[in-house]
């Protein structure tokens, strides 16, 4: 069997196993407990197993409380100053258009791992794909402007780390609308550091946004027993000619 | 059992409603909390739809007049985890809705506005809105 082929029967596996595991779990039923304790689940080959449905990672309001204690935001001027004339309307959210990372929802996520990719896949209203075969990014006139960017992503030691690049500049970082370029440089470090607990490091590297690389720091919690739940953003969307003023 | 579905205090929803960042735009650009209502109605239509669920109320004055009225909630998968079930909330049924009114009104048809509590006529009290409420309380 080729890895690919290991890796989608892998995922077949986990996809027909989930319900026959949880099938007198009530949806949500759980969803307020305290995330378990216990020791980091492992993979025959040693590596932590990531998979799971994970709820938080980083601040959805404000991405700038998970700064260090004492920093702020290194964004230019001229930035801030495009920043400070967002509308609401202007925010993607409003529009059902995309929420990579560093953006996180209120809603939870799933992450699955195989030996060829990594597929985190966003109850709202997404998923991503990162390579995990030791491809490079491609540069030059193949590597286009993407809402999701190209994702390559390796082991170090016991954290999943993704490195992404081929932004493009049209999504925001939170709800305040933190903007960014689409030189953007975007290094995600993911440790599920106990049963429970997935910490989550992401290092933004925008020369021309912002005036050094920084770094947020949050952590999701496990949501045992949960499925994602279908979100269609567009089916229904009435609030877009509605939405006023500043942002928030 | 409908009775057995819905559980949450209409108190959470009010309090993360009043201060709160929907998931999927922000209440202070689309409705106006100094804009308060409170009225009682016989539900028309429901949509269990994203990005939001909406009900649908005709509200009848002294005078047999009637206002329509479109109220945003969350969004199905909130609803869900808060003790929904799409067969909840059902057309005909009398409901008390309070919520605050959007801050533009639609050129024609129902008035908007986004609900913070919605009381069944046999007293049960639903989850409306907020989606800030998958963090643990």
Same mark, same amino acid.
């Given at each position: 069997?080729?890895?690919?082929?290991? *890796?989608?029967?892998?995922?077949?596996?986990?996809?027909?196993?989930?319900?026959?595991?949880?099938?007198?779990?009530?949806?949500?039923?759980?969803?307020?407990?305290?995330?378990?304790?216990?020791?980091?689940?492992?993979?025959?080959?040693?590596?932590?197993?990531?998979?799971? &449905?994970?709820?938080?990672?980083?601040?959805?309001?404000?991405?700038?409380?998970?700064?260090?204690?004492?920093?702020?935001?290194?964004?230019? @001027?001229?930035?801030?100053?495009?920043?400070?004339?967002?509308?609401?309307? =202007?925010?993607?959210?409003?529009h059902c258009l995309p929420l990579p990372p560093p953006r996180f929802t209120p809603y939870p996520w799933r992450i699955v791992v195989t030996p060829t990719h990594t597929f985190f896949l966003y109850e709202m209203y =997404?998923?991503?794909? &990162?390579?995990?075969?030791?491809?490079?990014?491609?540069?030059?006139?193949?590597?286009?402007?993407?809402?999701?960017?190209?994702?390559?992503?390796?082991?170090?030691?016991?954290?999943?780390?993704?490195?992404?690049?081929?932004?493009?500049?049209?999504?925001?970082?939170?709800?305040?609308?933190?903007?960014?370029?689409?030189?953007?440089?975007?290094?995600?470090?993911?440790?599920?550091? =106990?049963?429970?607990?997935?910490? &989550?490091?992401?290092?933004?590297?925008?020369?021309? *946004?912002?005036?050094? @690389?920084?770094?947020?720091?949050? *952590?999701?919690?496990?949501?045992?027993?949960?499925?994602?739940?279908?979100?269609?953003?567009?089916?229904?969307?009435?609030?877009? @000619?509605?939405?006023?003023? *500043?942002?928030? | 059992?409908?009775?057995?579905?819905?559980m949450v205090m209409t108190g959470i929803a009010l309090v993360a409603c009043a201060g709160a960042a929907l998931a999927h735009h922000s209440f202070a650009a689309q409705y106006d909390a100094t804009k308060h209502v409170?009225?009682?109605?016989?539900?028309?239509?429901?949509?269990?739809?994203?990005?939001?669920?909406?009900?649908? !109320?005709?509200?009848?004055?002294?005078?047999?007049?009637?206002?329509?009225?479109?109220?945003?909630?969350?969004?199905?998968?909130?609803?869900?985890?808060?003790?929904?079930?799409?067969?909840?909330?059902?057309?005909?049924?009398?409901?008390? !809705?309070?919520?605050?009114?959007?801050?533009?009104?639609?050129?024609?048809?129902?008035?908007?506005?986004?609900?913070?509590?919605?009381?069944?006529?046999?007293?049960?009290?639903?989850?409306?809105?907020?989606?800030?409420?998958?963090?643990?309380?």
């Amino acid at each position: 069997m080729t890895s690919r082929a290991a *890796a989608f029967a892998l995922i077949a596996v986990l996809v027909a196993a989930a319900p026959l595991l949880h099938a007198q779990t009530r949806l949500g039923g759980n969803i307020r407990a305290n995330p378990p304790s216990g020791p980091v689940p492992r993979l025959p080959d040693g590596k932590p197993d990531m998979t799971g &449905v994970w709820l938080g990672g980083l601040p959805v309001g404000d991405i700038s409380t998970a700064l260090p204690k004492g920093e702020t935001m290194p964004i230019r @001027p001229e930035w801030k100053k495009k920043m400070d004339g967002f509308q609401a309307n =202007d925010d993607p959210q409003a529009h059902c258009l995309p929420l990579p990372p560093p953006r996180f929802t209120p809603y939870p996520w799933r992450i699955v791992v195989t030996p060829t990719h990594t597929f985190f896949l966003y109850e709202m209203y =997404d998923y991503r794909q &990162v390579f995990m075969d030791g491809r490079k990014h491609p540069t030059g006139d193949d590597l286009d402007p993407t809402w999701k960017g190209h994702s390559i992503g390796r082991w170090d030691g016991d954290t999943l780390v993704i490195d992404t690049v081929g932004y493009n500049d049209k999504t925001w970082f939170d709800n305040k609308g933190w903007p960014h370029s689409d030189k953007i440089h975007l290094i995600e470090r993911y440790t599920r550091t =106990d049963l429970g607990t997935m910490k &989550v490091e992401m290092t933004i590297d925008d020369p021309v *946004a912002y005036t050094r @690389p920084f770094t947020v720091t949050g *952590a999701a919690r496990l949501m045992p027993n949960e499925e994602l739940v279908e979100y269609i953003c567009n089916e229904n969307n009435q609030d877009a @000619p509605y939405l006023q003023g *500043a942002k928030p | 059992m409908k009775a057995t579905a819905i559980m949450v205090m209409t108190g959470i929803a009010l309090v993360a409603c009043a201060g709160a960042a929907l998931a999927h735009h922000s209440f202070a650009a689309q409705y106006d909390a100094t804009k308060h209502v409170e009225l009682k109605g016989v539900v028309t239509k429901i949509e269990w739809t994203n990005p939001h669920a909406r009900f649908y !109320v005709d509200e009848k004055n002294d005078k047999g007049e009637v206002t329509a009225w479109n109220f945003e909630m969350a969004s199905p998968n909130v609803l869900l985890r808060n003790g929904w079930k799409r067969t909840s909330l059902e057309i005909g049924e009398q409901v008390t !809705v309070t919520g605050y009114l959007a801050r533009t009104g639609p050129p024609a048809g129902p008035k908007m506005a986004i609900a913070e509590s919605l009381t069944a006529s046999d007293g049960r009290k639903m989850f409306a809105s907020s989606a800030t409420d998958l963090s643990p309380r």
